[in-house]
């Protein structure tokens, strides 16, 4: 009776259920009602989150799948490269002029007279041309030069008639000295001891007369005053003799050693008159011996064989020509170089950025526009500290000039020629590279692009190290067998690029010092231009 008194609600479920078996075996909660419970299915709301999930992130995910390992099907088979160990050469690659390393350089030798502009070249023979020894070479204005050698020697005619007149006063004062000490003096010593003579005779005469005198007195023969006369005759004769003996004293005590000393400073100042004006002469035949050689010099031969080339500075800044006929050469300036065949040198132009890798030493190869075929080699010599001139007033990259010598310079090589010269900085047996273009970078990073199987790309982080305009070295992040891809950059967009959390450092190696392979020590230099990208946007 239970069994047949069912509800109405419980009948109509129990044929609903009947009629779709397999939601009840599911255990999906019902309602009163009769509906499933949205609310309480927890599995169901989870299960349709991550159907949106997963229906919102499929082209992302597609598409990603698709960066990772392969290529646009717009874009075309990508051009790949093998990573391979080789020999490696670093060079510095400049343009040059050919020089002689052993010039005979002919300079203008006139001396510039203060204000004066240079002296005009007159005569001179066209640049190239082959001369022998003491061929003419270039003939200077000689006019101005000409007028002053007539003034010089007008001024060493004068020092010369001067010289001969202090001559002829130094024979003369010499000859005063000699006629004093074997004449004059022995003149006047003879009329004093003369006179002294004299004197004594005279005074002895005196004394007998007054004795006389004074004997006749004693008798009263002669006066007092006769007899005092004859006392004043005494003292006269006595008072002559002592003057006569102090005149000659005086002559031997002081007059002649004022005279002879007087006459001895007449001889030295004509001797110094004489050196002076002598000195004057030589001066002014020195002189007119200078502008007669600056004449000379006005006239150049060729000293030894060889081609003619005119100075560095053989056109001025307009372009014209500034050694030519009519155009003016200051003094030292080169007008003329005649280089030796035998021994000639590059002088090469180095750019600013890579002048510190050049050092002395370093060996390099050398290939002239006119000869393409043939290679010469070299050492580099010299290298300057300062930069070239500037070619032009608005140039603002400076030039280093370096001096490579021609081990064996080709025959018909010829001074001016251009020249490239290819400097080794460094030379390894054996290094991994890559080609450079297909190495690119991002944000101070360095990538590469690798080809693998079944056209499958990857992006691989890789440290460099040297370069050249070829290939850079591969430190880390590749290994030899690998292709990776050229022109990186085209297909940048299908592939990811590794994080930095491994922390791979990018180098590039500072150039070796010497030419050959050594233990190097690695230097951080600049990162090489080619491998410079732009940041993606």
């Known amino acids: 009776m239970a069994d047949s008194k069912t509800s109405p609600t419980a009948s109509a479920a129990s044929d609903s259920s009947a009629s779709e078996p397999g939601f009840r075996d599911r255990n999906?909660?019902?309602?009163?009602s009769g509906r499933w419970n949205w609310k309480q299915s927890k599995a169901l709301k989870a299960g349709v989150f991550l159907a949106l999930v997963f229906a919102a992130a499929s082209p992302w995910f597609f598409k990603e799948r698709q960066k990772g390992h392969t290529w646009g099907v717009d874009q075309p088979t990508p051009v790949t490269a093998p990573v391979k160990a080789g020999p490696f050469l670093q060079e510095v690659v400049e343009r040059g002029d050919i020089e002689s390393s052993s010039n005979i350089e002919l300079r203008c030798e006139v001396q510039q007279g203060k204000g004066a502009g240079g002296t005009a070249i007159i005569q001179i023979v066209p640049e190239g041309v082959y001369a022998n020894k003491g061929d003419f070479l270039?003939?200077?204005?000689?006019?101005?030069?000409?007028?002053?050698?007539?003034?010089?020697?007008?001024a060493c005619n004068t020092s010369r008639a001067a010289v001969t007149e202090s001559q002829a006063e130094v024979e003369s004062a010499k000859l005063f000295l000699q006629e004093y000490e074997s004449g004059t003096f022995r003149q006047e010593e003879q009329a004093l001891e003369s006179e002294e003579f004299v004197a004594k005779e005279n005074l002895r005469r005196a004394e007998e007369y007054l004795r006389h005198s004074e004997r006749l007195a004693a008798r009263g023969y002669v006066t007092e005053i006769q007899l005092e006369?004859?006392?004043?005759?005494?003292?006269?004769?006595?008072?002559?003799?002592?003057?006569?003996?102090?005149k000659l004293e005086v002559l031997h005590r002081l007059t002649k050693q004022r005279t002879l000393n007087k006459l001895r400073a007449d001889v030295e100042i004509a001797g110094a008159r004489l050196r002076s004006r002598e000195n004057s002469f030589a001066l002014d035949n020195e002189k007119l011996a200078l502008i007669q050689s600056q004449i000379d010099s006005c006239v150049i031969h060729a000293p030894a064989a060889g081609q003619v080339v005119y100075g560095k500075d053989s056109r001025n800044d307009t372009g014209e020509p500034a050694i030519a006929e009519g155009k003016f050469v200051r003094e030292r300036q080169v007008i003329i170089r005649l280089p030796d065949p035998k021994r000639m040198k590059v002088l090469a132009r180095i750019n600013e950025s890579r002048i510190d890798r050049v050092k002395i030493g370093m060996r390099a190869r050398v290939k002239v526009d006119a000869f393409p075929d043939v290679e010469m080699t070299g050492t580099v010599r010299e290298v300057s500290e300062y930069p070239l001139p500037s070619p032009g007033a608005y140039a603002t990259i400076k030039e280093y000039a370096a001096e490579v010598e021609i081990h064996q310079p080709l025959e018909g090589l010829r001074v001016g020629m251009t020249a490239r010269v290819s400097i080794e900085v460094e030379k390894l047996d054996s290094a991994l590279q890559v080609p450079l273009p297909a190495v690119f970078q991002r944000d101070n990073r360095f990538f590469c692009i690798v080809a693998l199987d079944e056209n499958r790309i990857d992006a691989r982080e890789v440290s460099v190290g040297l370069s050249n305009d070829m290939s850079v070295i591969i430190e880390h992040g590749l290994s030899g067998g690998d292709s990776v891809v050229l022109a990186p950059q085209n297909y940048e967009d299908f592939v990811s690029l590794p994080p930095a959390a491994a922390k791979v450092k990018s180098r590039v190696h500072a150039a070796a010092k010497g030419p050959a392979p050594v233990p190097r020590e690695k230097k951080k230099a600049a990162i090489p231009t080619a491998l410079r990208a732009p940041e993606k946007s």
């Open 28 to 32: 999906i909660p019902m309602g009163k």
């Open 229 to 246: 006369a004859d006392r004043f005759s005494v003292e006269k004769s006595r008072k002559e003799l002592d003057s006569a003996k102090t």
């Open 138 to 154: 270039v003939k200077l204005d000689d006019s101005a030069l000409r007028a002053d050698l007539v003034q010089q020697q007008i």
